[in-house]
């Protein structure tokens, strides 16, 4: 048997069996000798824990030799991301910027156009303080205004004009504009058009309020060129008639005139109608005087004449002779009115007239009542037109109750007929 074949069969021999053995690492130092067991256990432990401490190396190792790159890599990623958001930012305050400005300038603007209503609205206040009392004059006066002067916008419960906007709110007058907030609050809303809506519809209504306030001008001024023509229609109504008495107008003497030269142009318009208005209410007033100082109504209105002036045939002898007034039909006791403005120069029993009155109306004529039963002035006494001066009579040279009336131009008597007829075409205007 071959030493292989031996080693074989030792090999397998049942003295050793097939347990295996652990293994032994034997140190041999000099004369000492050690040996050491290892385990399978703890061969994997080992093994696994230098593994460990080998990658922890390496990781370790990466890490310091890589730190600098990641850490600048860093850095720079931030350094992008907040000059992003700086980008982002320096946008968002431009934009707030440019809303801001425009929302400052709308701001003045409607601020502007709110004032500039306004001081409208104080000039309307003012021109009204001052046509008030022209209106008044004349009204007093008689001047009406023609009714396709007036206006036909609707008007509210306390007689002021209704301005409606664009969109249908309808608001009296423009004061919710003046005591309202006028502000406008700054936000930033870049991508929000609703403020710029909500400035187009305040311009929408501050330009209707503008509107409204325009004619109302446009109003006042109409209504004034009417007064004015309506004035001067009447004043020119009157003394035309007037001319026919004889009666020299005062207000159409001239006078001595002077004063600063002011260019027409230079005058409001408001003003230069006003002005107009002025002088033409002066007229009528002035030719309403005249009309008002010239026996030109009647003493006893309603009574039939009887007798007309001039020649006639005398009631008591029958022979012809000169009638110097009308006599009107009245019943004893009625009402003898004035017929012009005046002052009364006799009051008494005076001959064939018997109760008379005599009043002075300036211009030289002079009125008188005659046959009266009552006289109820006294001289000295200014009366005005249709005071009652006193009571028809039979009195003096008298056939029954009746008036006599006589109209004298300096002491000499004039027919009252024409001055009656001028008084009936004037009597409307008066």
Do not use: C
């Not at 440019?98 to 400052?104: A, E, K």
């Amino acid at each position: 048997m071959t030493s292989e074949a031996a080693m074989k069969k030792a090999k397998h021999s049942p003295i050793f069996s097939n347990q295996q053995e652990p293994h032994t690492i034997i140190i041999a130092r000099g004369e000492t000798i050690r040996h050491f067991t290892l385990r399978p256990w703890a061969a994997i432990l080992g093994g696994t824990l230098a593994f460990a401490l080998a990658g922890t190396y390496l990781i370790a190792t990466s890490y310091l030799v890589f730190r600098d790159d990641l850490i600048n890599g860093s850095v720079a990623r931030q350094a992008r991301l907040q000059q992003a958001y700086e980008d982002r930012i320096a946008s968002l305050r431009t934009q707030l910027d440019q809303v801001t400005s425009r929302q400052l300038l709308d701001q003045q603007a409607m601020e502007g156009k709110v004032a500039e209503l306004i001081q409208r609205q104080k000039s309307l206040t003012e021109r009204h303080a001052k046509l008030a009392p022209m209106l008044q004059r004349a009204e007093h006066a008689g001047a009406a205004i023609p009714p396709e002067a007036d206006s036909n916008a609707p008007m509210d419960s306390n007689g002021q004009d209704i301005v409606k906007s664009n969109d249908d709110d309808a608001f009296y007058g423009i004061d919710p504009i003046i005591t309202g907030p006028t502000s406008v609050t700054r936000k930033p809303a870049p991508r929000d058009d609703r403020p710029r809506k909500s400035v187009d519809k305040a311009e929408l209504l501050l330009k209707s309020v503008n509107t409204s306030l325009t004619d109302i001008e446009t109003k006042q001024i109409a209504q004034m060129q009417a007064l004015s023509n309506t004035a001067y229609e009447n004043a020119d109504k009157i003394m035309e008639a007037l001319a026919a008495t004889g009666v020299k107008p005062v207000l159409d003497e001239k006078s001595d005139t002077g004063g600063p030269f002011i260019p027409a142009g230079s005058i409001a318009p408001f003003d230069a109608k006003l002005n107009d208005l002025d002088q033409a209410l002066e007229r009528l007033e002035g030719a309403k005087a005249l009309a008002k100082s010239i026996p030109i109504s009647n003493p006893v209105p309603g009574m039939p004449v009887s007798s007309t002036f001039g020649v006639r045939k005398d009631p008591i002898i029958g022979s012809m002779a000169f009638h110097s007034g009308i006599d009107f039909r009245a019943m004893s006791g009625s009402s003898v009115r004035a017929t012009a403005n005046g002052t009364v120069t006799e009051a008494g029993y005076n001959g064939g007239y018997g109760n008379m009155v005599e009043v002075d109306h300036g211009n030289g004529l002079s009125t008188r009542y005659g046959h009266m039963s009552q006289i109820l002035v006294t001289p000295g006494q200014k009366i005005k037109i249709g005071d009652v001066v006193g009571k028809v009579g039979s009195t003096g040279r008298s056939t029954g109750p009746h008036l006599h009336y006589e109209v004298r131009r300096n002491g000499s008597a004039i027919n009252p007929a024409s001055f009656l007829t001028i008084g009936r075409e004037v009597a409307a205007e008066l």
